[in-house]
């Protein structure tokens, strides 16, 4: 991953403004600090040990590093429309990976990660159970750039990898159980398990459904910082 450094606003370089929540592109040396405000305005981030390079932030799973977000209720999503879109490097697939997690498995909210087969999956959580869609294995290899996200909207999500629908098992998205949990970015909810590994480039996410076109519109953009 070569980045440019920007000299103008950041938030003029996000692909896709519209409706965003949550917009970090982790490369830019305006975010190199370890506690900054993302660009989209609504979130305070503190980082706990992965390393800002001008490639994005560096993530070792022993450690593990990840980053959380102070609690807010934007990303509180329970029956409306929303997308997420990462652009990220995994170097290891031999444990989950965790792009980002706002609730527990089997509890709250949702999960977004990549399963050791290389394939995306989406949780969305209830206590009487979790819905769950995925991509096919090898979606996501090691050593390489991927644009990876999903869009959910009413009862279906649709998973995509570099601006591509790419949906194996589509599961059916009942209401999300509320969570009061924070936002965590490459770690699952207790500070633990599944934690990410190698370079985590940008993470946006939209309270509304993005389409085939924007989930490709993204790509193409992000592919090129």
Same mark, same amino acid.
């Given at each position: 991953m070569n980045r440019r450094r920007?000299?103008?606003?950041?938030?003029?370089?996000? $692909?896709? $403004?519209?409706?965003?929540?949550?917009? !970090? $592109?982790?490369?830019?040396?305006?975010?190199?600090?370890? &506690?900054?405000?993302? !660009?989209?305005?609504? %979130? *305070? &981030?503190?980082?706990?040990?992965? *390393?800002?390079?001008?490639? =994005?932030?560096?993530?070792?799973?022993?450690?593990?590093?990840?980053?959380?977000? #102070?609690?807010?209720?934007?990303?509180?999503?329970?029956? =409306?429309?929303?997308?997420?879109?990462?652009?990220? %490097? !995994?170097d290891d697939l031999t444990d989950r990976r965790t792009i980002i997690a706002r609730g527990l498995d089997g509890a709250d909210g949702f999960n977004f990660f990549v399963f050791t087969n290389g394939r995306i999956q989406i949780n969305t959580n209830a206590v009487a159970g979790d819905d769950v869609s995925f991509s096919g294995a090898g979606a996501v290899t090691t050593g390489s750039d991927f644009t990876i996200g999903f869009t959910r909207s009413g009862t279906s999500? !649709? $998973?995509?990898?570099?601006?591509? &629908? #790419?949906?194996?098992?589509?599961?059916?998205?009942?209401?999300?159980?509320?969570?009061?949990?924070?936002?965590?970015l490459g770690i699952q909810d207790g500070k633990v398990l599944f934690p990410f590994s190698n370079l985590y480039h940008t993470i946006m996410v939209h309270e509304i459904a993005l389409s085939a076109s924007d989930h490709l519109h993204a790509h193409n953009i992000l592919s090129q910082q």
């Open positions: 920007y000299p103008k606003s950041i938030w003029s370089y996000n $692909p896709l $403004p519209s409706g965003c929540v949550l917009y !970090i $592109p982790f490369w830019h040396p305006n975010l190199a600090g370890n &506690a900054f405000r993302t !660009i989209d305005g609504n %979130n *305070t &981030a503190t980082v706990t040990t992965a *390393t800002y390079t001008v490639n =994005g932030r560096s993530f070792t799973p022993g450690t593990p590093d990840y980053v959380e977000l #102070a609690a807010e209720t934007l990303m509180n999503f329970t029956t =409306g429309a929303f997308s997420v879109v990462a652009r990220i %490097n !995994i999500v !649709i $998973p995509y990898v570099n601006g591509a &629908a #790419a949906v194996s098992t589509a599961g059916v998205h009942e209401t999300i159980q509320s969570s009061a949990r924070t936002v965590k």
